[in-house]
């Protein structure tokens, strides 16, 4: 068991067989129906921004808070080897939420209607243009300026220091935005505003 569990890539295909299962042992009279495309990019969209605002989360909530209590020696374990494999899932999981969202927006009627706030769908398009403007920053703000600070381009002190306060505002206005994203989210359906 623990070597089952050791293995990351392991527990994934095993959590992709068991949701097979399910998807296929409780839903295959509805797998062929036109509403099953919408629920599993639901499905998608949740689990691809859970991955992105977790890590959003662990970013602004642990890691950029205890770099500056972190002994000097410790660092580039931090920069060099963890930061990289976070910021790579970071910005693709932003991506693929957004992807995901906008499908399920499209499958469900409502695109053009939520990102132009037209009535009944207004708040979905509050969340839908908040997460726009995050991955944005994403991609656009963060990701480039991360990229100086931890030395994946070449960068020069000066570049490098200006690069940090660009990336943390960015970084935390994105953790101000997903608060009430993921209310507008969630209560879209239940309100219908």
């Not at 602004?60 to 002994?71: A, D, H, K, L, Y």
């Not at 899932?89 to 469900?108: D, E, N, Q, Y």
């Not at 490098?160 to 660009?166: G, I």
Request: with cysteine; charged share 10%; proline share 5%.
């Amino acid at each position: 068991m623990a070597k089952f569990f050791g293995n990351l890539n392991a527990v994934l295909v095993g959590g992709l067989a068991v949701l097979i299962v399910i998807m296929f042992g409780l839903h295959s009279a509805v797998l062929g129906e036109s509403i099953y495309p919408n629920q599993l990019f639901r499905y998608l969209h949740v689990l691809c921004g859970i991955m992105w605002i977790g890590l959003l989360y662990y970013l602004n909530f642990v890691q950029v808070p205890t770099m500056p209590s972190m002994p000097d020696e410790l660092k580039p374990a931090i920069s060099g080897h963890i930061a990289p494999r976070v910021l790579f899932w970071f910005r693709w999981a932003a991506a693929f939420t957004v992807l995901t969202g906008l499908i399920v927006a499209h499958l469900s009627g409502y695109l053009v209607e939520a990102l132009t706030f037209q009535p009944g769908v207004v708040l979905i398009g509050i969340g839908m243009w908040m997460a726009l403007i995050m991955a944005f920053n994403v991609w656009f703000i963060i990701w480039p300026a991360q990229k100086k600070i931890l030395g994946i381009v070449e960068a020069s002190a000066d570049e490098k220091a200006a690069a940090a306060p660009r990336a943390l505002i960015a970084s935390r206005t994105n953790t101000l935005l997903s608060i009430p994203m993921l209310y507008c989210m969630v209560t879209q359906n239940a309100l219908g505003v």
